[in-house]
């Protein structure tokens, strides 16, 4: 006797839970986002060194995820993603027993916060590489695990802060860090039992020697690692598609970092409204932004995918920088942060499901690692490029400079014939062969 449900969940699993890895590790993420700068701020005293944790992290996952994308195509998105965050567990796992045994010195901190970064780098491209081969065992289209992503992500940024916040609380920002550790543990366990029916292995590149007839031979020994890494940013920049959007992300991960960092700090204190509003304005931005994925992943498949992106990015960018720079009640802010971030929610799944429909499987890995390095790029620049302009022209019109820069950023795919690209429709018809 059969069951016509059990096939189709049992396919499935490994979606599943791949999404509830992904929902773990970001709330982990989000716990030592705030764990360790403030370890780091009690037991130093020192901004400076704070800022030093941060970049010390941040650097070499950026370098990491633009390198590793070959290895990662390598050794199987599967393998890496389990090895990352296995070894991810030892090295946070050190930092809070260091501390409580006293021998964490300041430059030992720096080594592990850069070890975690480093293999973050590679590890978040493994998840990401994973995604082709689970909508395919699915049998989902791209925009419904896309669009689930980016929902359990927009979640874990509203709730993830205050879990922190009350872990460093109420345990210290040690144990907090510990459990942040034990998080990716749980993860790598999760997705050596749920995924264990997709393809584990790497790829097996191999380099041409030359040609015979007009076909090219070859030789039956690995393609070198330069090799795969230059294959992987030909195809990204060849595609103008892909190309485009990693330059527009770019940017507005730049103007996004000078809102959040310093724009609406500085808001929040000159206004009077307070520390308590910059999470309250978070908490309902990420709230309404996940609740906008969760819509996406539903309906996504319905909605043409450009028009979608511009009417997204015209409601999420400018408006917000307007309603904080003419100086509104806070009621109006908080009902700006629904609209805004519901339209956001619409934005990651698009993105994606673009992506993943324009890279070769064999590629996944080097190409998602490259244009993810490539978004990421001005992010460090987005904290100076806030304070310079606040202190320069001050706060109303720093963010009417970013607010309409924002809105030139992703207005622009409306004059640029290649992001039209974007939609299935066009895609479609331009594999079609052309009648001689």
């Known amino acids: 006797m059969t069951f ?37 701020l009690t037991t130093t005293g020192s901004p400076t060194r704070t800022g030093l944790v941060a970049f010390a992290e ?53 080594g592990l916060v850069a070890v975690a970064g480093a293999l973050r780098g590679p590890g978040d491209a493994a998840t990401t590489a994973l995604i082709p081969a689970l909508v395919e065992r699915a049998e989902v289209p791209y925009e419904r695990a896309t669009g689930l992503a ?50 584990t292995r790497g790829s097996e590149p191999v380099a041409p020697r030359g040609s015979v007839d007009g076909v090219d031979e070859v030789e039956d020994v690995p393609a070198s690692y330069a090799a795969q890494l230059r294959d992987g940013w030909n195809f990204l920049r060849r595609d103008a598609v892909l190309m485009s959007l990693c330059v527009m992300v770019a940017l507005t991960n ?9 724009l609406l700090p500085v808001w929040a204190r000159d206004s009077g409204a307070g520390v308590g509003a910059i999470g309250l304005v978070f908490a309902v931005w990420g709230g309404a932004s996940m609740l906008g994925s969760v819509v996406a ?47 956001s929610g619409f934005l990651n799944p698009v993105l994606g499901a673009v992506q993943f429909e324009r890279i070769p499987r064999e590629m ?37 400079v970013v607010g309409f820069a924002y809105f030139a950023t992703t207005m622009a795919p409306a004059l640029i014939p290649s992001f039209r690209g974007m939609n299935r429709q066009q895609r479609a018809a331009a594999r079609e062969p052309v009648a001689a």
């Open 4 to 40: 016509p449900l059990a096939r189709p969940t049992a396919r499935r699993i490994p979606l599943y839970g791949w999404l509830t890895s992904e929902a773990i590790s970001l709330l982990g993420t989000r716990v030592s986002m705030i764990a360790i700068p403030w370890l780091v």
């Open 58 to 110: 941040i650097t070499p996952m950026v370098l990491l995820k633009a390198f590793g994308g070959p290895l990662v195509d390598r050794v199987g998105p599967r393998r890496m993603a389990i090895g990352a965050d296995t070894l991810s567990l030892l090295a946070v796992g050190l930092i809070p027993l260091l501390h409580h045994t006293g021998t964490l010195s300041f430059p030992i901190l720096l």
């Open 150 to 199: 980016s929902a359990i992500e927009r979640g874990a940024t509203m709730i993830g802060a205050a879990i922190a916040g009350g872990l460093v609380a109420t345990i210290g920002a040690a144990n907090a860090v510990a459990i942040d550790a034990a998080s990716f543990g749980l993860c790598a366990l999760l997705l050596v039992v749920t995924t264990r029916s997709l393809e």
């Open 254 to 262: 730049l103007l996004d970092l000078a809102w959040s960092a310093v």
């Open 297 to 343: 992943a539903a309906y996504g498949t319905r909605l043409p995918r450009f028009a979608t992106y511009l009417v997204a990015f015209l409601v999420t960018g400018l408006p917000r920088f307007v309603l904080f720079a003419i100086g509104v009640p806070l009621w109006a802010i908080l009902a700006m942060c629904v609209v805004g971030g519901a339209s």
């Open 364 to 400: 996944v890995g080097r190409v998602t690692s490259l244009s993810s390095a490539l978004c990421w790029s001005l992010m460090p620049f987005g904290g100076v490029l806030g304070g310079v302009l606040v202190s320069g022209i001050g706060l109303s019109p720093a963010l009417l």
